[in-house]
């Protein structure tokens, strides 16, 4: 009687212990659901569609929601799988994405990696960290085929002869674009210095180097009284305007060669000597960062650039004529045609191989003299 209690006792303490253990069990995968939702939306839609970002987001978001014992094992070892694809092949994180892959691995030793999305990159990393790819089986070829194979082999037909291997397809994506097109609009601010004795003084007489004074659109012919007037101040002031085409080539990943080509507007009106509205320009780029152009993050470079171009001002100047009376002219300053110059800018990269691209640059003219910046903003496009 005392061996049927101590059994009865251990029985009821093993049903307890089970009743205990099941409920943690079955929250151990309260929240797969969810997670693989969140995984699917990351991948099929934001990584495919290169809004590698947001991937990231929704994939962390996922591994947060799991926490520490709400997802089974095999969900959690995906997640850090396809977030360690989207730093790697997306981002070019590769430290973060080899972290991630050792926690896939981690929780689970037997994952393999998804074939829609594996570069041979990834491949290499996974398979470094201890990782393995399931291997396709080969189908078996039929009774029929096999037999006919055979016998065309013994006749010396030439479809006996061994197919060689397809060359694995490169699957990598991300490798961004080498030539890019671009059209830009630029805005010239055109530096002035202090200067007296701007227009002639009178009929005959010289004004200041560089300047025509016009009046009504017409070249000033008048008389200027001497006294106040006739001057203007040091400063910057809006000048011509461009509409400009381009063509960048990458020489590596860090560095390319460009050509722009153009027309200017806003010069002067036609007077002793014509305004030049042509613009071309030779400029070399660097390219900041760990291959910019394999990644949807912003790109900023560093630009020289020479060529030829005129940019031409103008400032209000009032004068007094002999009979006192205060009037204005408008003093058009001239640029030589020859420039240098150094730009700052960023291509900020959206759908796909599109991007825009402000910039800010300053100028040095030759010839007659001038400093110049220059605002732009273009759109480039890649193939």
Known sequence: MLEFRSFANCLNGLVFGLLLLAPNVAQAATKDK????????????DYAETNFKKAEQKLKKALNQCGASACSSPVVAELHRDLATVY????????KGKT????????????ELNEDFATPELRKLFKDLGGHEAKEEEPEEEPEKEKAKEKSCESGDEDCLEEEPAKEADTDSSKGSSNWLGLHFEQDLLLYSEQAQVCAPAPG???????????????????IAPGPGNHISSGVGRATMRLLISFDRLLTSNLSLGLRLGYAFGGRPPGADKFFPWHAELRASYWFGSTPFEGSSVRPYLSLSGGLAEVDGKVPVEYYDPAGNKKTLDAWRKTGKAFAGLAFGVMIPFAGDNGLVPELRAQQMFGASGTVFALSLGYARGF
């Open 34 to 45: 969810a997670a693989r939702l969140l995984q699917t939306e990351a991948m099929q839609t």
């Open 88 to 95: 790697i092949v997306g981002l070019k994180q590769n430290a």
């Open 100 to 111: 991630e892959l050792k926690q896939a691995l981690k929780a689970n030793p037997d994952l």
């Open 205 to 223: 007489g010289t004004g200041a180097a560089n300047y025509s004074c016009f009046q009504n659109g017409a070249p000033f012919t008048g008389t």
